[in-house]
């Protein structure tokens, strides 16, 4: 009876196991127990594309308006070497004044913006990557969008927390977004 009375001497591991703080390197039982965050592969939905599907004529047409950019010349308003206030911006007016050289196309002047320094009509308005930007305010302007050939712009006036519910949705739908707040590291 004096043996059945006697207490169990304790377990060295489980006397030590209060002791160790939960999430420390030491503790991989902790680690395995916790649920590990969805991979990229998982996530749900479809992969939002990088490029859009343009037709054969359109992605000619595409590198055709890039080849025009390299060659058009930069359009400066007039007066701006002159006075700061005109030409940090870049923005262009047209001159209008009755004497103006630059409007009288003077050949010191610097060029004045005309229609021949257009791009092609069927790419006009679409980004350098071939997508059609569409303003998106809220998720069922995401739902209208063409993952294929248009891609989410989220105006400028949607807050923060909007914003991130936004691009969730955007994600699920597969819909390439042009201005993320949160931007996707790329895996290497």
Avoid: C
Avoid at 33 to 51: F, N, Q, V, W
Avoid at 87 to 111: E, I
């Amino acid at each position: 009876m004096a043996d059945d009375a006697k207490p169990a001497a304790p377990d060295p591991e489980a006397r030590a196991a209060p002791a160790k703080k939960s999430g420390t390197k030491k503790d991989g039982a902790a680690k395995a127990a916790a649920p590990s965050p969805p991979k990229k592969s998982e996530a749900k939905g479809p992969k939002a594309p990088r490029r859009p599907t343009l037709d054969a004529n359109a992605a000619k047409l595409l590198r055709l308006r890039d080849a025009q950019d390299d060659r058009r010349p930069k359009f400066t308003r007039q007066a701006s070497y002159r006075y700061y206030r005109i030409g940090r911006d870049g923005s262009w007016r047209a001159p209008r004044g009755l004497q103006s050289k630059q409007r009288r196309h003077y050949g010191y002047r610097s060029t004045v913006a005309r229609i021949g320094f257009r791009g092609p009509r069927v790419v006009r308005g679409l980004t350098p990557s071939g997508f059609r930007p569409v303003l998106v305010h809220t998720s069922r302007d995401i739902d209208a969008i063409n993952p294929t050939l248009e891609a989410a712009v989220i105006a400028h006036g949607v807050g923060t927390k909007k914003r991130l519910v936004l691009e969730e949705v955007a994600r699920k739908r597969g819909v390439h977004l042009l201005n993320p707040l949160v931007s996707e590291r790329r895996e290497t």
